[in-house]
């Protein structure tokens, strides 16, 4: 296999390119020998620099013509290209000629190009091929890059067994705790992963990759303390590993704790001041709070930082909307959407926006667009009703409800506002039978709908209905 970066230090890597640029720029000449084009050219395709891996194989095809393993090199840079035939029949004919002990880092490069070119179950078997003829120190490599093709193809399990093959030998085994942890997640395998994740944390203390994944891994499951330690547990690891501090930060925000929350994302932007996305989820928090002043400067920061920014124009909309503003929120959501066209979130701002304008047939067609793109959305239904409702069509609310509970059969929010609307509209057996449904499946929810409609406990037959299910609840 090739030897990508196999010299005794970085300094003398630097030291390596800082000569062939000087020689690029006229400065100088230098010879370098096969090697040293190698890792010349290993260094700059791995860093996507392909120019420069271009100009070092035409300057080594030039010094050392026919080196086979320059060959090996130029196929790889004939597959970046796209060039993905003259690749394999590069390396057909360097198989056909050379001796052995090429055999791997030929195998190796084809597996590469198969990958490119989107072959994923041959470039996993391809990879496959090496192990029968790998050093020991060359399996790490081999069995994290046949992982990546199989997950490639979400076959899962094969890439998970393939992972753990190469952590039980890694001297470095971060980056593959990283990949195991997206096989869990991918293979929607959360609570698995909790179990191998603290298992290996327990066992290696000090992985940061473990305790943050975990923490990952808790939060997709909503156990947000059991998130917070284990990000912490990762920071108190890595002061400056921003991913592990702007989660604890989301953990704190999914949790309603909105100053704890500010406090991790300003900690955060001391790492990185330009990141628009974290100045505008602190102005959502500084929102949460009722503070829209702060709110707005931080929204309006992040604008400046990146006027593409959507979710700054969407906040900055809402805002005004909930102050009354609807003519300005409107041409702000609107700008929104123009960023991001198929966003619900916005979308729904704007149906909004438009029902407090009275633009109801405007509202309409915002509602149907984000039906064809999210039918499940159980707030599209709702919201969609609730105008229908303003417009004092009950009959076609009941239709938009009726229509949202096909797509979501069991959503009992549906069934307690449809509930409701019959009842305006004197359909009582019709509502009995919905709250019945909503209620036994979860009794709570009425709460929200007699908030919503307190007139419904004039209703002798509701309030029978709802004590009868508070004693079985």
């Known amino acids: 296999m090739d030897n990508d970066f196999q010299w005794d230090s970085e300094e003398r890597l630097d030291e390596l390119r800082n000569k062939f640029e000087a020689m690029l720029n006229g400065n100088e000449s230098f010879y370098f020998d096969t090697e040293e084009y190698e890792i010349l050219i290993d260094y700059y395709q791995e ?43 590069l390396l057909d004919e360097i198989e056909r000629t050379e001796a052995a002990e090429m055999d791997i880092d030929i195998i190796m490069t084809r597996g590469f190009v198969l990958s490119l070119m989107m072959e994923h179950q041959k470039a996993a078997i391809e990879f496959e091929k090496a192990l029968a003829i790998a050093e020991a120190d060359e399996l790490e490599e081999i069995y994290t890059a046949i992982a990546l093709e199989y997950e490639n193809i979400s076959a899962y399990e094969k890439a998970m067994d393939y992972l753990l093959k190469a952590l039980a030998i890694s001297n470095d085994p971060e980056d593959i705790i990283f990949e195991i942890a997206i096989c869990y997640e991918l293979a929607d395998q959360i609570e698995d992963s909790i179990s191998f994740l603290s298992q290996y944390a327990d066992n290696n203390p000090y992985s940061m990759a473990a305790w943050y994944n975990l923490g990952l891994s808790y939060y997709q499951l ?63 928090c500084y929102e949460k709070q009722g503070d829209y002043t702060e709110a707005l400067q931080y929204f309006n920061r992040a604008l400046e930082i990146d006027e593409t920014h959507s979710e700054a124009w969407a906040a900055i909309a809402v805002i005004f909307s909930q102050e009354g503003n609807y003519h300005t929120a409107l041409s702000l959501i609107d700008k929104a959407i123009e960023l991001d066209t198929i966003n619900t979130e916005f979308l729904k701002v704007q149906a909004e926006i438009y029902v407090h304008l009275e633009y109801f047939e405007r509202a309409k067609e915002s509602y149907k667009f984000i039906e ?19 417009m004092g069509e009950t009959v076609k609310a009941i239709q938009v409800l009726k229509t949202g509970l096909i797509h979501l059969p069991a959503d009992t929010q549906l069934m307690y506002r449809l509930a409701g609307i019959l009842i305006l509209n004197n359909s009582m057996k019709q509502a009995l039978y919905y709250l019945e449904t909503a209620l036994s499946i979860d009794y709570d929810g009425h709460i929200d709908l007699i908030s919503l409609i307190p007139d419904l406990l004039n209703y002798p037959a509701i309030v029978e209905l709802i004590e009868l299910y508070s004693q079985k609840s």
């Open 47 to 89: 860093t996507f620099n392909d120019e420069k891996a271009q100009l070092a194989i035409d300057h080594a095809c030039i010094t050392h013509p026919g080196n086979s393993r320059v060959k090996i090199r130029i196929a790889r840079q004939l597959a970046t290209k796209g060039n993905f035939e003259k690749a394999i029949n």
């Open 222 to 284: 909503e156990l947000y303390e059991k998130a917070i330690d284990a990000y912490e547990f990762a920071i108190a690891i890595d002061h400056s590993y921003l991913p592990a501090i702007t989660s604890l930060a989301n953990t704190y925000y999914n949790m309603g704790e909105y100053s704890k929350a500010i406090e991790l994302y300003k900690e955060s932007l001391e790492m990185d001041e330009s990141d628009a996305h974290t100045i505008c989820l602190i102005g959502e």
């Open 372 to 390: 064809t793109i999210n039918p499940i959305d159980p707030d599209l239904w709702k919201d969609y009703a609730m105008m229908y409702v303003r």
